[in-house]
């Protein structure tokens, strides 16, 4: 089954102003993106945007580009204004690979769109992956993920889960947690016309205290299926330190 990936693409990033738009080793960010996407087996490629300075990019890379209003709130309601303006059918197959993962393998955007599709029961897919160093428990800026026995995700969050409580009470992270402890990757597959369900709820609480938009989902009683990531993705940017990583990672190539 063919699949469409949509890269929301927004130039006012807060921590990064612009930063779709910053070279990396001759390329813009945005242009890294595409290629990732490309060398997968997507069906097509839309990157969905705000700002006139990103359609140029995606004209120059040669990407289908789709202007969306400058008032959305998130990358899926970007996605459900494409949804909508390209007619996209409502069982389409949608991946969203998020505009500042440079270094997304193929594998994992084929690995995501395949899992939704093996699972007509569930609205949404996504992957993980185990965590590579035990500071990642602490870090809010991981999320993790529970997940139960039929590899459906149980819950998001920027807090340490599960919580191992005899040793962390005691400040103890030791390297065995982190084969039970998985690092959420921030990309997802849906069907056309959930995307467009999705974004009607309006957000919930765990939503608004977490700052995870997937808990909207899960909110509202819909199943999420998950699988260990077959490849592990690179860093993401989303500040200049991770910027001036990826050009380094890039520079050693």
């Known amino acids: 089954m063919p699949f469409t990936v949509v890269i929301p693409a927004r130039y006012a990033s807060t921590r990064l102003p612009g ?3 910053k070279d990396i080793g001759g390329k813009s960010l945005l242009h890294r993106v595409v290629e990732c996407v490309q060398a997968s087996k997507a ?7 705000d700002d006139p300075r990103i359609v140029v990019e995606a004209n120059n890379i040669g990407v289908e580009v789709c202007l969306t209003d ?15 303006k390209r007619k996209i059918p409502t069982d389409t197959i949608i991946v969203n690979v998020q505009g ?14 395949n899992l939704l599709m093996q699972n007509p029961h569930a609205e949404m897919a996504t992957l993980y992956t185990h965590l590579l160093e035990t500071t990642e428990i602490t870090d809010s800026n991981v999320v993790k993920v529970v997940v139960n026995n039929n590899h459906e995700a149980m819950y998001f969050s920027r807090a340490p889960i599960p919580w191992f409580r005899d040793e962390y009470e005691k400040e103890i992270y030791a390297a065995t947690h982190l084969q039970n402890t998985f690092r959420h990757i921030g990309i997802y597959a849906y069907r056309a016309g959930f995307v467009q369900n999705l974004i009607e709820y309006p957000a919930c609480r765990l939503e608004q205290i977490e700052k995870l938009e997937q808990l909207r989902a899960l909110w509202n009683g819909h199943v999420i299926q998950t699988a260990q990531a077959v490849e592990v993705p690179g860093p993401g940017i989303d500040s200049e ?5 990826a050009r380094e990672f890039v520079a050693r190539q």
């Open 19 to 21: 930063k779709i738009l």
């Open 43 to 49: 069906d097509s490629i839309i990157v969905a945007t």
């Open 70 to 84: 400058e008032a959305h709130q998130s990358g899926t309601e970007r996605i459900a204004e494409v949804v909508t």
């Open 100 to 113: 500042d993962e440079p270094f997304m393998p193929a594998a994992c955007i084929e690995q995501v769109a």
């Open 241 to 245: 330190a991770d910027l001036t990583a």
